[in-house]
């Protein structure tokens, strides 16, 4: 409880890598994570399966190219047309 006029202080976290004390979620000095101990088992799960599933836009076009224009991606590699 705070008396009145007083203002409840922030919990200072502090950098497991250099000590230094942080007032976020991640180090002022070089970005780590703040949050205590390990990950959660569902933390962990959840991070595993979005690395797996991600899925950035160049191997979503690829997909597409390869599915509805056959023959294209062939013809743009041997015409040195490997980045857009």
Excluded: W
Aim: include cysteine; aromatic fraction near 8%.
């Amino acid at each position: 409880m705070t008396r009145a006029g007083e203002t409840a202080q922030p919990a200072v976290a502090i950098c497991g890598n250099c000590g230094s004390a942080a007032h976020g979620a991640y180090c002022p000095e070089y970005g780590q994570d703040t949050k205590p101990g390990p990950p959660t088992v569902a933390e962990y799960y959840r991070e595993l399966i979005a690395h797996f599933i991600h899925l950035d836009g160049k191997v979503l076009r690829t997909l597409v190219t390869l599915l509805f224009l056959p023959g294209k991606l062939p013809r743009d590699y041997l015409a040195n047309k490997r980045v857009r």
